[in-house]
């Protein structure tokens, strides 16, 4: 069965700080992985996907298959970054299983 | 482009009572999801659609939810009758094929069962 964890309900780091938001898996094959942002009062959107291996928003994460990680990094918190993060997980043709989210506070 | 529209953007009902939801996806994307959102969590597929077919429904509590997607277009998710543990946030959500794993998200309708 496929499970995305997402230990951390909250986390708040001042502006400028380091970010990483931490993603753990299970998943027997090979996964796609995703991470989606939800920022206030707007609908949920796409941030990145391990595949394409690009930075966007200055966010990058790597796929960690030993570790079964996919955690999302970003060297200096910035106060748009304030929001909510789900990363999910598709394997092959099945469906996204999101996990519950970890909420940013980026303090000024 | 309008992106994937929603409505109503908010629901109050008394339980027992039908409640309907409506989704238009954007333009040329072929396959559509309904996704139930509960406070705290992330969003759980309740059915998945390509073109008109349901190609997953085995979350969706067939009991009393149904959905349909005539045309291959637009959706509508129904409830009838609604339970007090149906209050949630309901997403629709579209994609260009079903291999294209990026998703587009509507703003969602929260529903209210009191």
């Known amino acids: 069965a496929q499970r995305v964890t997402q230990p951390e309900k909250l986390l708040s780091v001042f502006k400028g700080a380091p970010v990483e938001l931490k993603c753990n898996y299970s998943?027997?094959?090979?996964?796609?992985l995703f991470w989606y942002v939800q920022y206030s009062r707007q609908r949920l959107q796409l941030l990145l996907r391990?595949?394409s291996r690009e930075s966007i928003k200055g966010f990058t994460a790597d796929l960690n298959k030993g570790e079964t990680s996919f955690h999302l990094k970003k060297p200096f918190a910035q106060e748009e970054d304030s929001a909510m993060y789900y990363c999910?997980?598709?394997?092959?043709?099945?469906?996204?299983?999101f996990g519950k989210g970890t909420r940013l506070s980026v303090i000024a | 482009e309008a992106g994937v529209v929603q409505s109503p953007r908010y629901k109050i009902i008394e339980k027992k009572q039908p409640v309907a939801f409506w989704c238009n996806p954007i333009?040329?994307?072929?396959?559509l999801y309904w996704y139930r959102q509960n406070l705290g969590q992330g969003p759980e597929l309740l059915i998945r659609?390509?073109?008109?077919?349901?190609?997953?429904d085995s979350q969706l509590p067939k009991d009393r939810f149904s959905a349909e997607r005539l045309k291959g277009v637009d959706s509508t998710l129904k409830i009838q009758p609604a339970e007090l543990g149906d209050s949630a946030v309901y997403l629709c959500?579209?994609?260009?094929?079903?291999?294209?794993?990026?998703?587009?998200f509507g703003p969602g309708t929260r529903l209210l069962v009191l």
């Open positions: 959500a579209s994609s260009l094929m079903r291999v294209e794993k990026t998703q587009y």
């Open positions: 998943y027997s094959g090979s996964p796609e």
């Open positions: 391990h595949i």
């Open positions: 999910a997980l598709s394997g092959g043709n099945t469906p996204l299983v």
């Open positions: 333009s040329g994307h072929n396959t």
């Open positions: 659609y390509e073109n008109e077919e349901a190609v997953d």
